[in-house]
């Protein structure tokens, strides 16, 4: 009976101290952050790559299990990942990190026909791929780059090591507008330097077509990470809620924020530790 308590001890006194050593491992991790955020220092390798029609730019840095991060609606990879210092925080953690410069926004190809986005959009993930030789990578899209990256899962499973949807809900659909429609819409919103109207309502408009369906999330097999603000507005709580309820193999978190800017949840120190507790659970094979 006594070598019985012994080992059960001994197994508490285990967990606790990988509890202990995952604890200072994320605070680490946001003292590393806050750092980052507060320092222009810290910068990424710029370059480019052909995606059939479209040159498009990407960040990348680390060396390690490939890392691809996925820009929102008229956001760039400075202001949602490598300012934030998401992108930094990751590449300390060991892994190689690559942020894309989405068609239609920044530095990369701008078309005014919605044709030549959504579907395309998650093909230039494949073709990154291809580009760097990379057969499988976790993948991180945030608001409609979670949106480009669910659809992906969908299309090429096997490429994806894990898949993390921020500041996304599911099914996540615009109203049906015109092109026209689309960009009088736009006028009134915040749009960053470098992107341009005509370019953001075609992908706008065209961004309806990635819309995965019910059974693809109830079969889902990739290892998945759902992380919202709790002051999102962008995302439609019922829609999120769905997206939990619905979609397999999930594991979901809530983290204090809004959806962009200064108070947005990927600003919080928070946001990358979460990334990296996930992304460290699921190691490549």
Known sequence: MLVYHSRRAEGKIKQAVLEVKMKIRIATIAILLLTMVH?????????????????????????????????????????????????????????????????????????????????????????????????????????????????????????????????????????????????????????????????????RVGMNELIPDEESLRSNSTPAFSLVGTEDKAVSRPDLEKLRATMANLESKDMPGTHAGPDGAPYKPQFAAELIRFLTGHPAP
């Open 39 to 203: 320092s222009t220092a810290y910068s990424a390798e710029e370059r480019y790559f052909d995606s059939a029609d479209a040159e498009l730019r990407y960040f990348i840095e680390g060396k390690g299990t490939p890392v691809v991060l996925l820009h929102g609606f008229s956001g760039s990879p400075e202001g949602l990942w490598i300012k934030p210092g998401t992108f930094g925080a990751l590449v300390a953690a060991g892994y190689q990190v690559i942020a894309l410069d989405q068609r239609g926004h920044g530095k990369s190809t701008k078309f005014y026909d919605p044709d030549r986005y959504g579907i395309e959009m998650m093909q230039d993930v494949r073709r990154l791929l291809d580009h760097l030789e990379i057969d499988r990578a976790h993948l991180i899209g945030y608001s409609m780059g979670g949106k480009i990256a669910n659809t992906f899962r969908v299309a090429y499973p096997d490429r994806l090591l894990t898949l993390t949807l921020g500041g996304y809900g599911w099914p996540w659909r615009s109203a049906d507008e015109s092109l026209e429609e689309a960009e009088q819409r736009l006028q009134s919103d915040f749009v960053l330097p470098g992107n341009d109207l005509r370019a953001l309502a075609a992908v």
